[in-house]
């Protein structure tokens, strides 16, 4: 790979910003420095995408960017295995689950540039003989910021989108897990696109993604991360009506109905719960399970967490790997301490490595709606389970916190799940399943959990213009004012 980590206007640059110690976090030790952009180079960046916006034929030639995007999507197939090994090693994530999000990745590049190659205009015969086009058009520039759980994937699911759409961007991958957003540059610049289309700026919060959002070239902003640091990044839009799509946080509930099979709503639990460490946006980290279920379903589910492989995430069979840095298993483990602390009941899960940043699965009984650990997204492999009597107590509870990104239910009565499901508040909602992202289907959140959707038609939707042109055959008098 490349010492130089910056990719501006067609070229890689070496970093005149900060040096950071990338740390693997299975074992706690560096795996490589990385100097990262200056504010100066990310107004540089800026700079290249506003230009190969207007002077390129990116925005303007579909077909050239259909040819591109499944390039690219041909060269990330090819290096999978590299690019898993490098996700794992950079975010300790279980290199099965990393081979999922690169596989993941070109099948999102694949479904736009295919829904790109496909897009017709809309046309309109209105009454009065005049034609109307509704054609959609690229925003111009846009940042595109994401966070380190899954930090390919969802790089991807703004950077097909936007690019198939027509835009340029410069994308800013988290501080602590940059790799392969350096890799997917390195195979943008092999594919040929024009200088310019794609923009690598690596760095922190502040300051490199202040710089981006604030600055007057960008047309659109998307941005994956903390809730609270979406509500910053809408304010700063907010100054010049910049465009804006958030996905945010969550705390997400997955119903137990009363006739649900015991096994299956275990296994459901640990997977929507621990899956990728529970830092997941999505993860059920609250289980809500009907009061003539509770007590055979907490000991099953101590017992069967107790079974999770936690280790070296680079086996095969590892189910549970570290979490992502030091900073981040400290407030995880703050969050244990808490809920001991508000006096709920406290089970861990399997044993532990002694190196590296690993935390157990915990699992939290005794808890009631208006503690912090039932209403604060704790974004580790810790769920809090509560029971309810009826389908009224558990909609109120699922619904019962700001967030409202995604939720589940379990039975095996579907229509009533349905009906459930129709009262939840939450943007995506799995029914006897969990996790599955589909890129053929939005993806996003109610409330605190975000505004907007991404992946599928949505997905492109969000990074286009909607232009509408009213045509009328003949120069005719506007016969007004002369009545
Ligand atoms: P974060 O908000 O701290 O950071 C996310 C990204 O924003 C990083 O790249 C960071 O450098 C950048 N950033 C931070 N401050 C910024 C600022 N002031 N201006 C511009 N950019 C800034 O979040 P995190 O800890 O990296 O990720 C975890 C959060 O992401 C969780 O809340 C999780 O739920 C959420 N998330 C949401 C989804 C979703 O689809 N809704 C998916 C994954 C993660």
Redesign the pocket.
Same mark, same amino acid.
């Given at each position: 790979m490349t010492n130089q980590h910056l990719y501006i206007n067609g070229s890689w640059q070496q970093g005149e910003g900060y040096e950071r110690d990338l740390i693997n976090p299975a074992t706690a030790e560096t795996i490589m420095k990385i100097k990262e952009a200056s504010q100066e180079q990310v107004a540089t960046a800026v700079d290249a995408a506003r230009s190969a916006f207007e002077q390129s034929d990116w925005a303007t030639h579909p077909e050239k960017r259909v040819t591109s995007l499944r390039k690219l999507a041909d060269l990330l197939e090819r290096d999978e295995k590299s690019f898993a090994v490098a996700e794992t090693e950079n975010t300790g994530k279980p290199i099965r689950e990393a081979t999922l999000d690169i596989g993941d990745s070109v099948a999102c590049l694949r479904y736009y540039a295919n829904l790109i190659a496909e897009r017709e205009t809309a046309t309109i015969e209105m009454e009065d003989g005049t034609t109307s086009r509704i054609i959609d058009e690229p925003i111009g520039v846009c940042a595109l910021? +994401?966070?380190?759980?899954?930090p390919l994937l969802?790089g991807m699911w703004k950077i097909a989108p936007a690019l198939a759409a027509g835009n340029t961007v410069v994308f800013?991958?988290? %501080?602590l897990t940059p790799v392969t957003a350096i890799k997917l540059a390195d195979l943008i610049h092999q594919c040929g696109f024009p200088p310019g289309v794609f923009n690598l700026v690596p760095g922190?919060?502040?300051p490199v993604? /202040?710089t981006? +959002?604030a600055h007057p070239e960008v047309d659109k902003v998307s941005? =994956?991360?903390?809730?609270e =640091?979406?509500k910053?990044?809408n304010q700063q839009c907010a100054k010049d009506l910049k465009r804006v799509s958030l %996905?945010?946080? &969550?705390k997400s509930p997955l119903i137990i109905l009363e006739d649900a099979d015991l096994e299956s709503a275990v296994e459901w639990t640990i997977f929507g719960g621990f899956f990728n460490q529970g830092e +997941?946006?999505v993860a059920s980290s609250r289980i809500l399970v009907h009061e003539s279920l509770y007590e055979a379903f907490i000991d099953k589910l101590v017992h069967e967490s107790s079974r999770i492989k936690i280790g070296d995430p680079t086996q095969m069979e590892t189910g549970m790997g570290p979490l992502v840095s030091r900073n981040h298993l400290q407030k995880v483990k703050s969050y244990i301490n808490l809920g001991k602390e508000e006096g709920a009941s406290v089970h861990y899960g399997g044993k532990q490595p002694d190196k590296g940043f690993y935390q157990s699965p915990v699992i939290f009984t005794n808890v009631h709606q208006s503690m912090r650990i039932v209403q604060e %997204?704790i974004?580790g492999p810790v769920i809090t389970v509560q029971s309810f009597r009826d389908q009224n107590e558990a909609v109120r509870l699922a619904n019962g916190t700001k967030y409202g990104?995604a939720a589940g239910v379990l039975s095996k009565n579907v229509s009533q799940a349905v009906q459930v499901a129709s009262q939840l508040k939450a943007g995506t909602i799995w029914i006897n399943s969990y996790h599955t992202p589909y890129v053929e289907a939005p993806?996003? &959140?109610y409330k605190e959990?975000?505004i907007g959707r /991404?992946l599928g038609p949505h997905g492109l939707a969000s990074f286009t213009e909607v232009k509408h042109v009213n045509t009328s055959q003949q120069l005719q008098k506007a016969g007004w004012y002369t009545h």
């Open positions: 910021i +994401v966070p380190w759980n899954f969802l800013k991958p988290s %501080e922190g919060g502040d993604g /202040e981006l +959002v941005f =994956t991360g903390g809730s =640091t979406g910053h990044i %996905e945010l946080g &969550g +997941v946006c %997204e974004f990104l993806w996003g &959140g959990s975000g /991404e």
